[in-house]
């Protein structure tokens, strides 16, 4: 279990102990094997308790605001990760409860996000966007991959000089608000795009697979230090890429 998903059921289990606390207690009595006395409803089965509501976790930031400099700076990471990444998960966590969704985990969320509101798709995407994107980053990066990443990127673009103009490219030529993403399909690696917040993994994303990298090139993103040269705050980036978890992320 990756500390994101333990946060998340951390989270859960609080949420659920929280909300199921005066249903179990109310029916502890009933709850100790066949007593004598059971003097109501014999054979009737005791009402299921609801559910508790998914609880999506904003993951630590794994290193400090400045940590990324001087390809990110603590400005627009302190901003990036306590207002925007903030907002996004209280307002997915909002939505949720406001939309009674019931689902397991936030994988079955992720999947059928088609189903709810455009604030549970914007706002479920900005959360676990965000999530994934300061784990696949570190200071001072992690050189060149290496091992199956490499050999994968070789595979499936030739090199990895290849393969960084391609993920650049994609990144540049989103227009608007989005991601550039390099994922898993079938075994095999494939770079992309997504709009606002969509993810690959959504049953609405027009770019589908298994997220191994991302980067945010929304202006938010950037536009303190490089303002409008989201070029400049590409090429900078590759400097703190993270290889060893987009390695822990493959299949
Ligand atoms: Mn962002």
């Known amino acids: 279990m990756d500390r994101k998903q333990f946060l998340s059921r951390s989270l859960k289990v609080t949420m659920g102990t929280f909300l199921a606390g005066p249903i179990l ?5 009933c709850s100790t094997p066949e007593p004598a006395d059971s003097g109501g409803a014999e054979g009737s089965p005791e009402p299921m308790p609801p559910a508790a509501p998914l609880v999506l976790a904003q993951v630590a930031l794994p290193y400090a605001y400045n940590a990324l400099e001087p390809s990110i700076d603590a400005q627009t990471m302190e901003i990036h990760y306590t207002k925007h990444h903030t907002g996004y998960v209280k307002k997915a966590n909002a939505a949720i409860l406001e939309e009674g969704i ?9 999947a059928n996000v088609g189903k709810y509101s455009t604030g549970i798709r914007n706002n479920v995407g900005g959360a676990v966007n965000h999530n994934l994107f300061w784990e696949v980053m570190a ?24 393969f960084k103009t391609a993920f650049t490219e994609a990144g540049m030529k989103r227009f ?27 049953d609405v994303s027009d770019f ?6 991302a980067l945010d090139v929304w202006e938010h993103a950037y ?9 400049e705050y590409v090429e900078n980036w590759w400097k703190v890429v993270n290889w060893a978890n987009v390695a822990k992320r493959m299949g």
């Not at 019931?102 to 992720?110: I, Q, T, W």
């Open 223 to 231: 536009y303190l230090k490089y303002q409008n040269k989201r070029n």
């Open 208 to 213: 589908k697979g298994k997220p191994l990298l």
């Open 25 to 29: 207690a109310a029916s502890a009595g």
């Open 102 to 110: 019931n689902v397991k985990d936030e994988a079955e969320l992720v």
């Open 139 to 162: 200071p001072g990066g992690t050189g060149m991959p290496d091992g199956k990443v490499l050999d994968a990127i070789n595979a499936g673009f030739g090199d990895f000089e290849m």
């Open 176 to 202: 608007g608000s989005g991601w550039a993403w390099l994922v898993e399909q079938d075994g095999k690696l494939a770079i992309g795009s997504t709009a606002n917040q969509d993810n690959p993994l959504m």
